[in-house]
């Protein structure tokens, strides 16, 4: 597909990934190359999420109450136009980026590519989709429990989560600034390292990794028989590329009450105004979820910040031992957009990505082999070079 | 007590408020405050 053909194929579908379509994103490619300015990126399409800015675009942060005209383009995103890409559209996604679903309940749910009738999972479900299904190139979103991750696993794309820090947060509207990663979502490895790599966020040259020693993390949650399945399939790919196993058995659950803590506090912080003014507009699970955080006292904050560090040294111990850490990226594949919304669809979208919300460490989910519904290995590592060197060679394969 | 008053001031209701102190309690008790 050529460029207008993209965007004309971005207009008529039906999952709902785009809140706003750019209709001159053609044009613009156009005249960038008339004016010999169109980079190395020239012509690549940008999916960015509707909570990151683009100048003169509509942004709602998934929540109509939000609405306004974006007067500034995010750090974000400015560094891929200036290399010649174009922003296709702004995405569909959950409400306030508080939800790992993507049921919006004024936008309508985005539609899983491989089954309209599951969930793309989320909060950056509408990037995931446009990349899953072709129209875009590079995916835009943010992961502050797993929201890049967990849409582009369950779509069947490559979602990268860089370090904490790594990328400036301006432009993007904040949820929770302790646990808030700028994140990208390509079809494949290789798409990310060549575009990532032109704005210096991915290395350029990779050695591929004679021998490795990775860590399974075990016993954080009940995965499903399909997960479990393609799972394991993903470890013998590891291990086919020379990668050494050792099974590391964790016991999570003090983490993931701290992630929570310091997401509903400092969420509650940045919306308790719109919370009082436009509560009764917002999704019920919002307005749960950051009543909670108004409720929670400062002493869970506090402890909640203690963990964080201490889950972090442990982890930096961890990879002074291990060249990466595997898990899959979610504990069930897409589930029915009906039954989405149950309570314990949450815990396993989110068990294993949030981790690394709370630690900072890079993460990536590539496909895990699978016949049926798509699967995500999540794959963590110390620093980018780690990440990418291990995750390049996986695709690659032996 | 606060808490109460608190949610009251965002108008939720009595069933949501119920859910609000559960999920409090599940985070508290996760991170061995209670």
């Not at chain 1, 039954?339 to 949450?346: F, I, N």
């Not at chain 1, 699978?370 to 519904?373: D, H, P």
């Given at each position: 597909m050529n460029i207008a053909q993209k965007v004309e194929e971005a207009k008529r579908s039906t999952y709902n990934y785009f809140l706003y379509i750019n209709k001159r994103a053609a044009e613009e490619v156009e005249a960038l190359r008339k004016v010999g300015r169109c980079g190395k990126l020239c012509g690549v399409l940008l999916a960015v999420k509707d909570n990151i800015e683009v100048a003169g675009m509509p942004i709602t942060n998934g929540a109509p109450y939000m609405q306004k005209i974006a007067e500034n383009t995010a750090a974000a995103v400015s560094m891929f136009l200036a290399e010649g890409a174009v922003v296709l559209g702004k995405t569909n996604m959950h409400e306030l980026a508080l939800g790992v679903t993507n049921i919006n309940p004024h936008f309508?749910?985005?539609k899983n590519p491989h089954d309209p009738t599951l969930i793309t999972g989320g909060s950056s479900g509408g990037s995931a989709g446009a990349v899953a299904i072709g129209v875009a190139d590079l995916g835009i979103g943010t992961d502050t429990g797993g929201s890049v991750r967990i849409p582009a696993a369950l779509c069947g794309v490559v979602g990268y989560k860089p370090p904490y820090g790594r990328l400036p947060t301006d432009g993007v509207i904040p949820l929770a600034p302790t646990l808030d990663h700028v994140g990208f979502i390509t079809r494949?490895?290789?798409d990310m390292?060549?575009?990532?790599s032109v704005v210096r966020l991915a290395p350029t040259e990779l050695q591929r990794p004679k021998r490795f020693r990775f860590a399974i993390l075990m016993g954080v949650t009940e995965n499903t028989r399909h997960v479990e399945k393609a799972f394991w399939k993903a470890v013998e790919r590891l291990e086919a590329i020379g990668g050494a196993r050792d099974e590391l058995f964790l016991e999570t659950y003090?983490?993931?009450?701290a992630r929570a803590a310091i997401?509903?506090?400092e969420a509650a912080a940045s919306y308790y105004h719109l919370l009082r003014g436009a509560g009764g507009h917002m999704g019920k699970d919002v307005s749960t979820l950051l009543s909670a955080g108004v409720a929670l006292p400062a002493v869970a904050y506090i402890t909640a910040m203690r963990v964080k560090e201490e889950v972090t040294d442990f982890f930096n111990t961890l990879f002074k031992k291990y060249d990466v850490i595997v898990s899959?990226?979610?504990a069930t594949e897409a589930v029915p957009i009906e039954?989405?919304?149950?309570?314990?669809?949450?815990p396993k979208l989110l068990a294993y990505t949030e981790l690394y919300n709370l630690t900072g460490h890079p993460a990536i989910t590539v496909p895990a082999p699978?016949?049926?519904?798509p699967v995500g290995l999540q794959i963590a590592a110390r620093d980018e070079e780690a990440l990418f060197t291990i995750a390049k060679a996986y695709e690659e394969g032996p | 007590m606060y808490v109460k008053k608190l949610l009251e001031t965002l108008q939720i209701s009595s069933s949501e408020t119920e859910e609000v102190e559960k999920l409090v309690e599940k985070i508290l008790e996760g991170l061995q405050l209670v």
């Open positions: 309508g749910p985005t494949t490895v290789g390292l060549d575009i990532l003090r983490y993931s009450a997401l509903l506090s899959p990226t979610t039954e989405a919304s149950h309570l314990a669809v949450r699978t016949g049926g519904l | -």
